[in-house]
């Protein structure tokens, strides 16, 4: 404090710290960082996914509620060729167990999943089978796209659900109980054969193809990696690894590069639930905007005529009337949006008019019609 300057009061000291806050928040805010994404959670590495497995099994231990051998064919033949590869026959036998089901096993193989690794599997019943709850899934193979075995399944089925009946007829139930899973029921058995290690080349591919957000990851890799990124088109960035780094050490680095993500002015309406999503891009040139409900009421009524006393060939009936009633509200007055506004300008000039969402989604259909919507409209 310079010589002779008097201390400021508590309450002064209070307001500048107050000041200091709220602009040191403003100033975060207004941060373009917060605007960024990283590349991890923008794109993909090409080639790197899970793929999807399939099988054909048979479930046993069920008390009573699988699968009817004389119902379902395939159970039964699926029964006798197992046993028959178990050494016994029982072809032309008069069997009609139900603690058995015939059912479908899917799984996802993880990228780089290696043999002895275990995946969880998810089981659903083919036939007849009430619930599956309590059942065994026998060793099954587990196919991809290309008929070779990926994996082989087999463990305990939990379903999730519980089921209940009397002798009456009556039942209860809750969740689905002919459909389960079973966690690590699944042994990897072999690679998909995907070497990252051995590629000098991958590509990134963009989960919302963009061709300014594309150019823009292209040029923030090359800023710390010069001249290892090529941006193809709006979905693909090529990527080289510099130097000796490997790949994986590469791609571990670049994708926790941060991007700042541009989409497309786009609105997004949800005629059956009332849903409107949009951008911030969206813009609206200058338009005026009135909105008016107009109510149309039409109720039916009877009355009943009689004769006048003491009169000869009158008689009574009944008279059907009609009242309609036309309301329209008034001091709707016509609202101005002004050219180049923004989206929160937009909404806000829609919700002082007081109209619903689903009014709000014929207005801003009208305004796209109007050619002062500068925005893609998507009906789902």
Do not use: W
């Amino acid at each position: 404090m310079r010589p002779g300057a008097t201390a400021p009061d508590a309450p002064t000291m209070q307001k500048l710290l107050a000041t200091i806050l709220t602009a040191a928040a403003l100033a975060g805010l207004t941060s373009p960082a917060l605007a960024q994404s990283r590349i991890k959670d923008i794109a993909a590495v090409e080639g790197v996914r899970s793929n999807q497995l399939v099988g054909y099994g048979l479930v046993v231990g069920l008390n009573g509620t699988g699968d009817s051998l004389r119902n379902c064919p395939f159970t039964r033949q699926s029964l006798e060729g197992m046993t028959e590869r178990l050494g016994v026959n029982i072809r032309g036998a008069n069997a009609n167990a139900k603690n058995l089901a015939a059912i479908m096993v899917t799984a996802e193989l993880p990228p780089f999943a290696t043999p002895g690794a275990r995946i969880d599997v998810s089981v659903a019943s083919m036939c007849d089978a009430k619930s599956l709850l309590g059942g065994t899934l026998l060793v099954t193979s587990l196919q991809g796209a290309d008929g070779q075995v990926y994996a082989v399944a087999q463990g305990s089925i939990q379903t999730g659900a519980v089921s209940g009946g009397g002798s009456s007829g009556s039942s209860v139930t809750r969740g689905v109980p002919t459909a389960g899973r079973i966690a690590s029921g699944a042994t990897v058995e072999r690679e998909t054969g995907f070497h990252l290690a051995n590629m000098n080349e991958v590509r990134l591919t963009l989960r919302n193809p963009d061709f300014t957000t594309a150019q823009r990851m292209a040029a923030a890799i090359n800023q710390v990696y010069p001249n290892t990124a090529l941006a193809e088109n709006g979905t693909v960035v090529a990527l080289r690894a510099p130097g000796q780094m490997g790949m994986a050490g590469f791609i571990s680095r670049v994708e926790n590069l941060e991007v700042m993500v541009d989409t497309p002015a786009r609105v997004i309406i949800d005629e059956v639930n009332g849903v409107i999503v949009m951008g911030e891009s969206v813009r609206v040139s200058t338009v005026a905007i009135a909105q008016g409900n107009l109510t149309i009421s039409v109720q039916e009524s009877s009355a009943v005529s009689q004769p006048e006393p003491f009169s000869r060939g009158g008689e009574t009936v009944v008279v059907p009337q009609t009242d309609i009633v036309i309301e329209e509200e008034l001091g709707r007055e016509m609202r101005i949006v002004r050219g180049g506004s923004s989206l929160s300008t937009l909404v806000n000039g829609l919700n002082a008019l007081g109209v619903s969402p689903r009014d709000m989604i014929s207005i801003l259909q009208a305004i796209k019609a109007a050619g002062a919507l500068q925005a893609e409209i998507e009906v789902m």
